[in-house]
């Protein structure tokens, strides 16, 4: 198979495979360019331990896309610059949304059939299903793998060989879902932290549930004698991802460190009882648009479903909780990307292969959209025969490719000694040298220093992704 020429009206497809989030958006942003797409998903023919539906973009942890603040927080800059280049995934995020406060969260179904409706509908990319057990085909001269932390275990080990990696795995869990209905309001109240609203929210967009000190002492036990779900033995050293630990995991490094995670009481005031301060609070999150379903913030878990159930009724205002959906957990696979893939995400051993989403080590559902987006913009452009650099070091797309690609101190035989997966985040981007002031021109010190700051990044960032998206002529349909 050979590549198209600029001339060309037919290129060769590019073969995506995995029709997870960063999947669809690669195929959508390689269609955009006029190329056509073959997207290979292998649901339901072979399912996944967490998905439900063959659907594209199957949202299967949270239904959250967090902050949508471009000003003062990374992934509201990375939504910003997502839409800015055209995103099919930012799309169907804005145009199923249900309120979150400060955050985007959306109607995973809704999401999820829009998604699918999209790529169905595009003219220039075909769907295909079924497994892609092992190396792609040879003749398959650009191939975006876009499997995600649920890779087939053929691919994976074909995969694995080609790296020469002893292990591609950690371990990722699910929050339970529960029906509004079943929730005792009673006790709970309707309340964003410190009342911020945000997209298509109100300031009282989260469902809280009050603990005592005593009641927090039990929760804390019960979570520790709990029974867990065993790992195989092949499975027993497979690592967590910090930033997605179960709860009992978290317990188990300190009776306070839930209280300070996802159960800490700031900025709540509880109405139905306004003179005694909570000393803990869960959170619960509408999960679709109907209002019919909360996920229980921050609450992912390997607890067995019976333990699992009678544990989380201890919390008040759940003692009736009915679940749509419990906890549970997941092995998630990916590459150690600083060793093994190129600037523009090419398998330095096989450079006909680009990689993707979760399986290059970034976390979290955006994050892997964007560089799914990433993937397609260079896949498209090599095959049209034109030159595309990365998106600027002070961009948020920029910055994450960075640490997936290199940007590590440490290293040996070209990579990292310990590479872990990573939100965005504004530790991944480039300092500045100039200290944040007043009007006065004082420097600023503590929180208005740190707010300063996040606005210098993302103004720099703004302005650097505008300059790079008109230099290369990016945006929606080649605007």
Known sequence: MTSGSPLDPSPAPIHVIGGGLAGSEAAWQIASAGVPVVLHEMRPQRMTEAHKTEGYAELVCSNSFRSDDSDMNAVGLIHHEMRQLGSLVM??????????????????????????????????????????????????????????????????????????????????????????????????????????????????????????????????????????????????????????????????????????????????????????????????????????????????????????????????????????????????????????????????????????????????????AAIGLVAGLFASAERLGREIAPPPAETALGALLNHITGGHIETIDGGPKSYQPMNVNFGLFPTFDVAPRDEAGKRLKGKDKAAAKKRMITARAKAAMTEWIAAHSLGPAGE
């Open 91 to 368: 799309r169907a995020a804005d145009k199923h949304q249900v309120p979150a406060g400060s955050a985007l969260a959306v109607d995973r179904d809704a999401f999820s059939h829009e998604i699918s409706a999209q790529l169905a509908a595009h003219p220039l990319i075909t769907l295909a299903r079924g497994e892609i057990a092992g190396l792609p085909p040879a003749d398959w001269d650009s191939v975006i793998i876009a499997t995600g932390p649920l890779t087939s275990p053929a691919l994976a080990e074909a995969v694995r060989s080609l790296t020469g990696e002893g292990e591609l795995a950690f371990f990722d869990a699910i929050a339970p879902i529960v029906h509004r209905e079943s929730i005792n309001m009673d006790i709970a109240w309707f309340q964003s932290r410190y009342d911020k609203a945000g997209p298509g929210g109100t300031g009282a967009d989260y469902i809280n549930c009050p603990m005592g000190k005593d009641q927090y002492e039990a929760f804390i036990a019960a979570l520790l004698a709990g029974e867990k779900t065993e790992f195989r033995e092949w499975e027993k050293d497979t690592p967590y991802f910090d930033g997605c630990l179960p709860i009992e995991v978290m317990a188990e490094r300190g009776p306070e460190t839930l209280r300070f995670g996802p159960m800490k009481p700031v900025g709540l005031t509880n109405p139905n009882n306004p003179t005694v301060k909570c000393h803990a609070v869960v959170q619960l999150r509408q999960d679709n648009k109907l209002g019919t379903l909360y996920n229980i913030v921050g609450f992912q878990t390997k607890l067995k479903y019976g333990a699992q159930a009678d544990i989380l009724r201890m919390i008040p205002g759940l003692e009736n909780a009915e679940f749509a959906r419990l906890g549970g957990i997941h092995r998630n696979t990916y590459l150690n990307s600083p060793r093994h893939l190129d600037p523009a995400l090419r398998l330095k051993a096989m450079p006909r292969l680009r990689f993707a989403g979760q399986i290059t080590g970034c976390e979290g559902y955006v994050e892997s």
